[in-house]
């Protein structure tokens, strides 16, 4: 499971508004399964399809979190056109492999997911 506030959803719902037509991109960071953090990243391809996390921007929200204390729970990203459910392109280019949760907003709403190589797995979100 994966515990998120309220403040910090309506925190990933806004950034995903203000770059739309295009994909948004960002880190959740916490402990424990409870997200404390939310760290918007730019999308290097600007594509309302495809995202690709800018790397000054990544490396800033990396640094973000572990001036924090906290650990990278999820990179969560938009689809602006389509359900929050993984693409191949997700599955495939999914730099952490099972350890850290993917967030998607689409257009039914918000869903985690822990990627695999080929398939994906559903984790439940409980918003606070």
């Known amino acids: 499971m994966l515990t998120i506030p309220a403040a910090i959803l309506d925190a990933l719902l806004a950034h995903a508004h203000l770059e739309s037509p295009r994909e948004c991109c ?15 990243v730019a999308n290097e391809l600007a594509s309302p399809t495809n ?3 800018e790397p000054r921007s990544m490396l800033a929200a990396d ?12 990179v969560y990203h938009s689809h602006p056109t389509s ?27 918000v869903r985690a997911w822990r990627l695999g190589p080929t398939a994906a797995t559903e ?3 409980r918003v606070t």
Do not use: Q
């Open 26 to 40: 960002g880190l959740l960071g916490g402990t424990a399964g409870v997200v404390t953090h939310c760290l918007p």
């Open 123 to 125: 984790v439940e979100v």
């Open 51 to 53: 995202f690709r996390t």
């Open 63 to 74: 640094r973000a979190l572990r001036a924090a204390g906290v650990e990278l729970l999820a």
């Open 83 to 109: 359900p929050a459910v993984p693409s191949v392109t997700d599955l495939r280019e999914n730099p952490h492999g099972e350890s850290v949760l993917c967030v998607i907003a689409g257009t039914d709403g």
